[in-house]
């Protein structure tokens, strides 16, 4: 199975600041169709995830031009700019290129 | 619009098998990919498996021995079953639907396994 090593655990900010989240994948994402298939996703507390980003930088509907997703192969990153409010909840990886999808094991977003 | 909901007992004794049920609306389960995903109580997501538009199945490896996917398209409803149940499958299920570009969510369902 893909590991995914996301980190950092835990990433206190400050509202307005820059917010940084890595994502390492034992293996390379790229499928044999050309596409990589890495996603981002935010859980806020008490709700469902909400896909922020898929394959790799494709921000997806709704997601504000604060987000933006970069890499390739097996080392990605989220990338969060101007911190609000409601950007706060655990920010989770998935890779869907190989089987068993796995998710990355979560950053949890604090205010500082 | 789409709109998933999980439903299935909320308390399942050890050794028992679990049954929950996605029911969706606002699309065709032949044009999707359904799967199940879910977090135990404080910790992070774990993918189970999926039913693909064209009815195949795919399972995370731990739980393949031990789990089903299937559907009813004519009911729009998703199937998850597990059997042999311990402490340690209590969480939130959640059902998501994805396409190339597109993904929802349920709200969860909270299964506790005691007895």
């Given at each position: 199975?893909v590991v995914?090593?996301?980190?950092?655990?835990?990433?206190p900010?400050?509202l307005?600041?820059?917010?940084?989240?890595?994502c390492?994948?034992s293996?390379s994402?790229?499928h044999?169709?050309?596409?990589?298939?890495l996603?981002w996703?935010?859980q806020?507390p008490g709700?469902?995830?909400?896909?922020?980003?898929?394959?790799?930088?494709?921000?997806?509907?709704?997601?504000?031009d604060?987000?933006?997703?970069?890499?390739?192969?097996?080392?990605?990153?989220?990338?969060?700019?101007?911190?609000?409010?409601?950007?706060?909840g655990?920010?989770?990886?998935?890779?869907?290129t190989?089987?068993p999808f796995?998710?990355g094991?979560?950053?949890?977003?604090?205010?500082? | 619009?789409?709109?998933l909901?999980?439903s299935?007992?909320?308390?399942v004794?050890?050794?028992q098998?679990?049954?929950l049920?996605?029911?969706v609306?606002?699309?065709?389960l032949?044009?999707y990919d359904?799967?199940?995903?879910?977090?135990?109580?404080g910790?992070g997501?774990?993918?189970?498996?999926?039913?693909?538009?064209?009815?195949?199945?795919?399972?995370?490896?731990?739980l393949?021995?031990?789990?089903s996917?299937?559907?009813?398209?004519s009911k729009?409803?998703?199937?998850?079953k597990?059997n042999?149940?311990?402490?340690?499958?209590?969480?939130i299920?959640?059902c998501?639907?994805?396409?190339s570009s597109?993904?929802?969510w349920?709200?969860?369902?909270m299964v506790t396994?005691?007895?």
């Open positions: 199975d995914m090593t996301q980190t950092p655990v835990s990433l900010v400050s307005g600041g820059q917010a940084s989240i890595s390492r994948s293996q994402l790229v044999s169709n050309g596409n990589t298939y996603h996703y935010l806020k709700q469902s995830p909400q896909l922020l980003i898929y394959r790799v930088s494709n921000r997806f509907s709704g997601v504000p604060r987000f933006s997703g970069s890499g390739s192969g097996t080392d990605f990153t989220l990338k969060i700019s101007r911190v609000e409010p409601e950007d706060l655990d920010y989770y990886c998935l890779q869907s190989h089987f796995t998710f094991s979560g950053t949890k977003l604090e205010i500082k | 619009q789409v709109q909901k999980e299935g007992p909320g308390l004794q050890p050794s098998t679990l049954s049920t996605c029911t609306s606002g699309f065709s032949t044009s359904v799967h199940w995903v879910r977090q135990p109580p910790k997501l774990e993918w189970m498996g999926g039913i693909w538009g064209d009815g195949s199945t795919a399972y995370n490896s731990a393949k021995s031990r789990l996917i299937s559907r009813d398209t729009s409803q998703v199937f998850l597990m042999s149940l311990q402490t340690e499958d209590t969480a299920y959640f998501r639907v994805s396409g597109d993904d929802y349920g709200q969860g369902v396994v005691s007895s």
